[in-house]
């Protein structure tokens, strides 16, 4: 359970402050997959990397709390903060393959991350990426920008956290591979207490993964609904503005 | 109509060089052959991993090739210009534009770099800025203030400036929203007519290519397994996986029905 309350979030640049993100509230429920959509440059990136304080201080300036399981992760210390980044809460960015060290190879995160070699191995096959003798040897900058997304994933869900966050799952990678994404990011959220946010301009997966969907403009996020009540009754005419440009794409 | 771009039996391979083990080679493209006409829209897209992003760069003369060649012919004498013909707009996001300087300088200098002359500049980014979309808070924002989506029109605002011939797109809707997916649709097709500019780009969005290509070419594991109209690669594909593509195009297969190999 994840209770999720910005009151602000700024970006100072050189001689002006902008407000990105204002009071925003949500909460991520167990077993459920929740779906943010927005626009460009609507804070959608900046909204989930506040959740464990990944946004550098220097350049932003927060005001709220998220509370995970009854402890607030802006007020516990680093070290606490870290264990929470390494177990308890993963991320799948945008641009994966500026996740990882490159001058390390992918042995490293998998000897820190995965305690169980056939857990790996089987991840690795689900998702047609090379077996681990041979992903191991490899370097970053030696696997596509799809192949990364996938190890970046297959890392989160080696680590057996309570919540995965993705960015843009689908960018980058075939709808083959984004529909293995789906399926195992569904099993995922059955077992336990887990449950996943992720942020994607591509309409039709968020409709078919999402349990919750919301929407982020100007900086404020809507309340997360049922797939069917926010696609057939937007309420919003940004939202309209936004699904209609989809359905031109799609069906015109 | 003129070629201006043609492959023939290109290869790509890079040595594995190992601290304790054997080189090997790793073949990424295998015998790939194209044509390209001036003003076509090529769509490229495949399998994640089968080699379109290295394409795109060996066109671009990124990369040089393992064995095959790479003719590209242009309408213009590009020794007296100090840009390059062929831009290519890469896809990793965060990575191409400099964080610490303001969008408009950046693509000024792109601009001042290709025309040499001073005068109208305002008036050209002007138009090059509207037409993409970037307005004015925008482009007075520096590099990491600006969204992933927002860094990537500013780039194509930057390679617009040096007015290239051939223009090589790789995943340039991934990052954006469906409004500005769409409106980057028909600016590249306003591009494409007003300027002749000839473009090939790489996606994985087929709903976006379909409505964007004249021509498709659908690569797996670093091969072009098949070529042609864009009307006829959606309605009558011929190879196994680009029909397997288009069957997962809708998101709702069951994990047995997502296995492709070469030999089913």
């Known amino acids: 359970m994840l209770q999720v309350k910005i009151d602000n979030i700024y970006l100072n640049s050189t001689n002006s402050t902008r407000e990105i993100i204002s009071n925003t509230k949500f909460e991520l429920a167990e077993n459920k997959i929740y779906t943010i959509l927005g626009k460009n440059g609507s804070g959608k990136s900046t909204l989930i990397k506040s959740i464990t304080r990944l946004l550098n201080e220097n350049n932003y300036k927060i005001s709220g709390s998220v509370i995970f399981n009854g402890k607030n992760i802006y007020d516990c210390p680093q070290n606490e903060l870290l264990k929470f980044r390494k177990e308890k809460i993963k991320y799948v960015f945008q641009d994966a393959v500026n996740s990882f060290d490159h001058l390390k190879t992918l042995k490293y995160y998998f000897k820190l991350l995965a305690k169980n070699s056939d857990e790996t191995d089987e991840l690795l096959k689900y998702f047609l990426l090379p077996n681990s003798d041979n992903l191991f040897k490899m370097y970053p900058y030696e696997i596509s920008g799809g192949m990364s997304q996938r190890v970046s994933f297959v890392l989160a869900l080696l680590s057996h956290p309570e919540i995965i966050i993705l960015d843009e799952p689908t960018s980058g990678i075939d709808s083959a591979i984004a529909n293995l994404f789906l399926l195992k990011l569904k099993e995922f959220v059955k077992k336990n207490k887990n449950s996943s946010l992720l942020v994607t301009q591509d309409i039709s997966f968020a409709e078919k993964i999402s349990d919750r969907i919301a929407y982020l403009s100007n900086g404020k996020l809507s309340d997360f609904r049922s797939v069917d009540d926010f696609l057939n009754d937007p309420g919003n005419p940004l939202l309209e503005k936004f699904l209609l440009a989809n359905n031109k794409i799609e069906y015109e | ?264």
């Open chain 2, 1 to 264: 109509m003129n070629n201006i771009l043609e492959i023939n039996n290109l290869n790509y391979s890079v040595k594995s060089h190992r601290l304790l083990g054997s080189e090997s080679d790793k073949i990424i493209l295998r015998d790939v052959s194209l044509s390209v006409n001036e003003r076509d829209i090529i769509g490229i897209t495949g399998e994640s991993g089968s080699g379109k992003t290295t394409l795109a760069k060996l066109i671009a003369g990124v990369n040089v090739p393992t064995s095959g060649k790479v003719y590209l012919k242009f309408s213009e004498n590009w020794k007296n210009f100090r840009t390059n013909p062929v831009q290519i707009l890469f896809q990793n996001n965060n990575e191409i534009l400099n964080p610490y300087r303001k969008v408009e300088d950046i693509v000024k200098e792109s601009f001042l770099i290709r025309n040499n002359k001073k005068d109208n500049v305002e008036i050209e980014l002007e138009k090059i800025f509207s037409s993409i979309g970037l307005d004015n808070r925008i482009i007075k924002r520096k590099g990491f203030e600006l969204s992933g989506g927002e860094q990537q029109r500013a780039a194509l605002a930057r390679i617009l400036a040096a007015r290239p011939e051939l223009l090589i797109l790789d995943e340039p809707f991934s990052a954006q929203d469906v409004e500005s997916q769409l409106n980057l649709l028909n600016l590249l097709k306003k591009i494409n007519k007003e300027f002749g500019l000839t473009m090939i780009c790489v996606a994985h969005n087929l709903k976006i290519l379909r409505k964007l290509a004249d021509r498709i070419f659908v690569m797996y594991n670093g091969e072009i397994v098949e070529s042609g109209k864009t009307k006829e690669i959606f309605e009558t594909p011929k190879n196994d996986y680009t029909k397997f593509l288009l069957r997962c195009e809708n998101y709702d297969l069951k994990y047995e029905e997502l296995k492709f190999s070469q030999s089913n």
